[in-house]
């Protein structure tokens, strides 16, 4: 069995849930996980065998305006990396973690020991932050000098090599989800009366109510599904476009039909009663909350941009439109609801679609590149 070093951010973002969840299942098939953060995953639960935890902290020195978080995380993974005789390490968000390995690697080859180190890029640590020019060499580097590199859709993969001065293979493994922790969760009838009283059709978005997820768009899209079918809208999350949401529900009077829910850790339950799910996002690498909804069964509206056309399937597990086109998404959404036997047909659509991204389909791929990446660094060596 293999002892893998994780780092990644412990937020809601999808790639700090999608590490977290990869190491769970890792570790449940009987690997040695060690996670190295600055705080506790949200997704990482309680206690689990396997898993070790190692917090970065960073010292408040009054020399410093900013801490350095990267030097830091650089000593805690040479730390881990010595004392719990790591294989690998797998960083997951290019900034810093990716240069963080890198160094950490450096400094361990001048105590003649090898660590291998994967990258895996998610999305906006390519094509929002790592465009910034102060961090494009960095990045550039960083990737090229990875012993292997993930990105977790095609369409990310070849943004990767269109921004970046990459020179070297990009493997393609797409995020993933375990299945039965969706479907075995049900429909809890008694909760979906809680928020639809009187039958109502539940819509539902998730997300960081960051700028590129566009939420105004959702609730423009639930004003017209409104207009032809009772329902209601439930808004999971938190952000800094929270305020202009909810002003725009008061400015369009259906406050009394939209619910903001805030975050929640676990979502399987707000999705088990959902009828249709909209991301309507500027840019998603993949768009794992569409596929979260998709596990429930719950059919999705989203725009085609990205790796969305990856995950959902225009026709089959819902509909795809152009970035702000409410109008088609809601006509979309008019289509998928119109009777039940619509409705069934892309729930079951939703759920097979999901079915391809079990972690069962997408871990042996990465247990494989582990092995494949820890064999060549032992040649090296």
Do not use: W
């Amino acid at each position: 069995m293999m002892k893998i070093g994780i780092a990644c951010y412990p937020t809601f973002g999808g790639s700090g849930v999608v590490a977290t969840e990869l190491g769970k299942a890792l570790a449940a098939k009987g690997h040695h996980i060690h996670f190295i953060t600055y705080s506790e995953p949200v997704r990482l639960g309680t206690f689990s065998r396997n898993i070790t935890y190692h917090e970065v902290r960073v010292s408040d020195y009054p020399l410093f305006d900013y801490q350095p978080y990267e030097l830091v995380l650089t000593s805690k993974m040479v730390d881990v990396a010595t004392y719990e005789h790591l294989d690998l390490l797998h960083v997951h968000y290019a900034i810093p973690h990716a240069s963080a390995a890198f160094m950490a690697q450096k400094i361990l080859r001048s105590r003649n020991r090898e660590l291998p180190f994967i990258t895996t890029l998610h999305g906006t640590d390519i094509t929002l932050v790592g465009k910034d020019p102060s961090f494009e060499p960095v990045i550039t580097f960083a990737i090229n000098h990875s012993n292997a590199v993930t990105a977790v859709s095609d369409s990310l993969k070849q943004d990767t090599y269109r921004h970046f001065g990459v020179n070297r293979d990009i493997d393609v493994i797409p995020n993933f989800i375990d299945t039965s922790r969706y479907t075995l969760n049900g429909r809890s009838e008694k909760l979906r009366n809680i928020y639809a009283p009187d039958g109502e059709f539940i819509i539902t978005h998730i997300s960081n109510f960051r700028k590129v997820k566009r939420v105004e768009d959702v609730v423009h899209v639930f004003a017209k599904i409104r207009q032809k079918k009772p329902a209601k809208l439930l808004l999971v999350g938190d952000g800094p476009e929270r305020v202009r949401t909810e002003q725009l529900c008061r400015d369009l009077k259906i406050c009394a039909d939209v619910k903001h829910l805030g975050k929640l850790k676990s979502t399987e339950e707000v999705l088990g009663i959902s009828d249709l799910f909209l991301l309507p996002s500027e840019f998603e690498s993949f768009g794992l909350a569409a596929l979260e909804a998709m596990a429930c069964g719950v059919p999705v509206i989203s725009t085609n941009t990205g790796g969305l056309p990856e995950v959902n399937i225009h026709g089959v597990s819902g509909c795809l439109a152009d970035v702000g086109d409410v109008d088609a998404m809601a006509e979309h959404a008019h289509r998928i609801l119109k009777n039940a036997d619509s409705l069934a047909k892309f729930r079951a659509g939703a759920l097979q679609m999901a079915r391809t991204f079990d972690v069962e389909r997408v871990l042996p791929v990465y247990e494989a590149l582990y092995e494949r990446v820890i064999g060549e660094g032992a040649e090296g060596g």
